[in-house]
């Protein structure tokens, strides 16, 4: 991943501090992208601790699993090739100015890929103050800035916006699915 040394040191100061990475239950959508095709290796992009990671091998104990996450050593290398990657709550966490290569990265890993991605300021701020959300931008915009990312051999599948309301996670979300044909 493309990432600015500064914003690094300030990733690895909040797992530092933080236990980074509230996020326990896989979304549904992912799930069922899980089930419905013939995935035998996962990515989680932006893992945190782990803990989605780990609740993925309970419920797919067969499928091989890897984490990757800059501000956590042990999940400091990022795969190759696997069949599906997925991140949930994390590239609004990119520098807008490696938004775009990042996502061609993401895209080069996986064909099936699923991203939940956070349209509202975090609760949380860096240590130099800035919001953990460094990209706050609403549905469409994601919407948009995929799909000029993207070429004609991916398919977008699904989309959908949500909001939530529990108290450490309010505001409105982007899922998609993109498939590569």
């Given at each position: 991943m493309d990432i600015s040394e500064n914003y690094a040191k300030?990733?690895?100061?909040?797992?530092?501090?933080?236990?980074?990475?509230?996020?326990?239950?896989?979304?549904?959508?992912?799930?069922?992208?899980?089930q419905n095709?013939?995935?035998?290796?996962?990515?989680?992009?932006?893992?945190?601790?782990?803990?989605?990671?780990?609740?993925?091998?309970?419920?797919?104990?067969?499928?091989?699993?890897?984490?990757?996450?800059?501000?956590?050593?042990?999940?400091?290398t990022i795969p190759s090739k696997t069949d599906l990657v997925y991140s949930v709550d994390v590239l609004e966490h990119f520098e807008p100015e490696f938004i775009d290569d990042g996502i061609k990265k993401i895209l080069n890993i996986a064909d099936i890929q699923y991203h939940n991605i956070a349209c509202h300021p975090a609760k949380k701020l860096l240590p130099d103050g800035r919001n953990c959300h460094l990209i706050v931008q609403p549905p469409d915009w994601?919407?948009?800035?995929?799909?000029?990312?993207?070429?004609?051999?991916?398919?977008?599948?699904?989309?959908?916006?949500?909001?939530?309301?529990?108290?450490?996670?309010?505001?409105?979300?982007?899922?998609?699915?993109?498939?590569?044909?």
């Amino acid at each position: 991943m493309d990432i600015s040394e500064n914003y690094a040191k300030q990733l690895q100061e909040m797992h530092d501090r933080h236990k980074i990475g509230f996020g326990v239950e896989p979304p549904l959508k992912l799930i069922e992208t899980i089930q419905n095709n013939s995935v035998t290796s996962i990515l989680d992009y932006g893992c945190g601790e782990g803990n989605m990671l780990n609740k993925i091998q309970q419920l797919f104990p067969n499928i091989e699993l890897y984490g990757y996450d800059p501000g956590v050593e042990r999940f400091s290398t990022i795969p190759s090739k696997t069949d599906l990657v997925y991140s949930v709550d994390v590239l609004e966490h990119f520098e807008p100015e490696f938004i775009d290569d990042g996502i061609k990265k993401i895209l080069n890993i996986a064909d099936i890929q699923y991203h939940n991605i956070a349209c509202h300021p975090a609760k949380k701020l860096l240590p130099d103050g800035r919001n953990c959300h460094l990209i706050v931008q609403p549905p469409d915009w994601w919407l948009a800035m995929i799909k000029s990312t993207i070429d004609d051999k991916w398919k977008i599948t699904y989309t959908n916006v949500y909001n939530t309301f529990k108290k450490k996670r309010q505001g409105t979300h982007f899922e998609i699915i993109m498939v590569k044909k």
